[in-house]
């Protein structure tokens, strides 16, 4: 059965980064592109940043473009991402998946999610 576990979240002042982790279990997913998510209150999910099976190719919403890192442990079937910068707008909960060419979540088995909160 394929899990998705997110972590690393928590209250942060605006400026500040955090590193979140996506732990994957129940198959190998080294051949899968990965995604990072959010969903802010009141908000639609949206998409935040994609990385290839082999790691070698990244790419960003462009709210996030240059503050926001993707990276992958394949070893570890695990997927970061490394939040610098943060901005109050930032607050959200944070899922990974697999993510297709449109980028959108391809797993109907989301995780619980990490709370990022960002104080002003």
């Known amino acids: 059965q394929v899990q998705l576990v997110e972590s690393g979240g928590g209250l942060v002042q605006a400026g500040g980064s955090l590193r979140l982790s996506c732990a994957a279990s129940g198959r190998p997913f080294s051949k899968d592109a990965m995604g990072w998510f959010r969903q802010a209150p009141g908000k639609e999910r949206e998409f935040v940043a994609g990385?290839?099976?082999?790691?070698?190719?990244?790419w960003y919403a462009d709210s996030v473009k240059g503050r926001f890192t993707i990276s992958r442990d394949n070893a570890k079937n695990t997927v970061y991402l490394q939040v610098n910068n943060l901005k109050p707008e930032d607050t959200a909960v944070y899922y990974c998946?697999?993510?297709?060419?449109?980028?959108?979540?391809?797993?109907?088995?989301w995780g619980q999610g990490t709370l990022v909160t960002v104080s002003s």
């Open positions: 990385i290839s099976g082999s790691g070698g190719r990244t």
């Open positions: 998946n697999t993510v297709n060419s449109h980028n959108q979540g391809v797993l109907d088995a």
